[in-house]
């Protein structure tokens, strides 16, 4: 693909996407990924992971990538140490929490909302909750009203397989509640809502701010809307192959699916760059 902004001559940070991006559709970190990453700490460059998945459901992948960064849990609305303390965390507003929880159950999607350590769900049999469940390794605590789970909001999620819902959810979402949250598709079921400074591209200008570097020293790779946002935020942009069109239009460089290493491809171009 020909690149859409001059490579950066110095590549200082790599940032990725986890579900789709660094690890398959069936969540399997491969080797080749695994080897990509200890190539990058070889080569003096930093790695960092952010995902809409809440710290501890990252947990399994942190002594495999050997991580020394923060961890951007919730896009960017908590980051973690390895150990899973928490750095800093940006809660929802409650009244803009409200507001969200409210959209999205009129539109008829479900919501599920993340607060304290706690994934709180109206029911367990759900859609994609069992898919969850397993992919982030802890159950969530099933209650009858989530009103009381608002106040203190990480991350609101509206989970939908009708796609097309979930898009339109989106734009409703960001008219309802303007610069009080940010509201962006994590996956194509999955909206998620969280504080306006909560969300990827933020990501990259914290790890500017905490690592003393230029914001186009970070390569960023992912496979979502949501990852656009690092895209347009870091120097060097790459793009898993499954990604959708407008996903790859916000990219420096398309890579193969993350089926087909995508990723490790991807580090293999950013290296090529000249780190």
């Given at each position: ?11 200082s ?16 970190l ?7 990453v200890?190539?990058?700490?070889d ?11 809440p ?5 399994m992948?942190f ?7 923060p ?11 390895t ?10 507003p409650?009244d803009?929490a409200?507001?969200a929880?409210?959209l999205?159950?009129d539109l ?6 993340y ?5 709180c769900?109206r029911?367990?049999t ?22 009381a789970r608002?106040?203190?909001a990480?991350?609101?999620?509206g989970?939908?397989?009708d796609?097309?819902?979930?898009a339109?959810?989106?734009?409703q979402?960001?008219?309802?509640v303007?610069d009080?949250?940010s509201?962006?598709?994590s996956?194509?079921?999955y ?13 990259v ?7 003393g570097i ?16 690092m895209?347009?935020k870091g ?12 996903v ?28």
């Open positions: 693909m020909t690149l859409n902004r001059k490579p950066p001559a110095k590549i940070l790599v940032l990725a996407d986890v579900d789709g991006t660094l690890v398959t559709h069936d969540k399997v491969t080797e080749r990924a695994q080897a990509a200890h190539t990058l700490h080569r003096g460059i930093r790695f960092a992971i952010t995902s809409g998945r710290p501890k459901g990252m947990a992948l002594d495999a990538l050997q991580l020394e960064t961890v951007a849990g919730f896009n960017g609305g908590q980051y973690v140490k150990d899973l303390s928490i750095i800093e965390e940006h809660t929802i409650a803009v409200r507001k929880a409210k999205i159950l008829g999607l479900d919501c599920w909302v607060a304290g350590e706690d994934w769900v029911d367990a759900a859609p994609h909750v069992a898919r969850e469940q397993w992919t982030v390794k802890f159950p969530p605590v099933v209650v009858d009203d989530l009103d608002l106040d203190n990480v991350k609101i999620v989970v939908s397989d796609l097309d819902l979930v339109r959810a989106e734009q979402m960001h008219e309802a303007g009080g949250a509201a962006t598709r996956q194509p079921y909206l998620d809502v969280t504080h306006p400074n909560a969300n990827k591209g933020d990501v200008g914290y790890l500017t701010k905490l690592y230029a914001p186009h020293e970070i390569a960023t790779l992912g496979d979502m809307p949501n990852d656009t946002l895209f347009r120097g060097f942009a790459v793009a898993m192959g499954q990604s959708s069109k407008e790859q239009d916000e990219a420096d460089f398309v890579s193969s699916s993350s089926e087909e290493e995508g990723f490790a491809n991807g580090i293999d171009k950013i290296l090529s760059l000249g780190g």
